[in-house]
């Protein structure tokens, strides 16, 4: 005889998974930026490309209200840019 999963246990398990889902998303968000720093940058110049501009602003609000972060994300940038 088996045992259905409780429903609380049941939710936990969805609520866990959509949490690591979102978490790994917003993880390749801001890794994005790195390959996509000279499109970007292009963008922040000309000002073609809004829908660039306007998919990375979060990142470059963030960057100005935290210092570590700012210094983090250049950092990583640099790897990009320099390579």
Same mark, same amino acid.
């Given at each position: ?27 390749? $968000? ?51 840019? $320099?390579?």
């Amino acid at each position: 005889m088996t045992t259905q999963p409780r429903p609380k246990s049941r939710f936990k398990k969805l609520l866990v998974r959509f949490a690591t889902r979102v978490l790994i998303l917003l993880v390749v $968000y801001v890794l994005s930026i790195g390959p996509m720093y000279w499109k970007w940058e292009d963008a922040m110049m000309t000002g073609d490309n809004d829908t660039l501009l306007i998919f990375y602003m979060p990142l470059m609000v963030a960057s100005e209200l935290s210092e570590t972060f700012r210094t983090l994300i250049n950092g990583y940038i640099e790897l990009w840019v $320099y390579a």
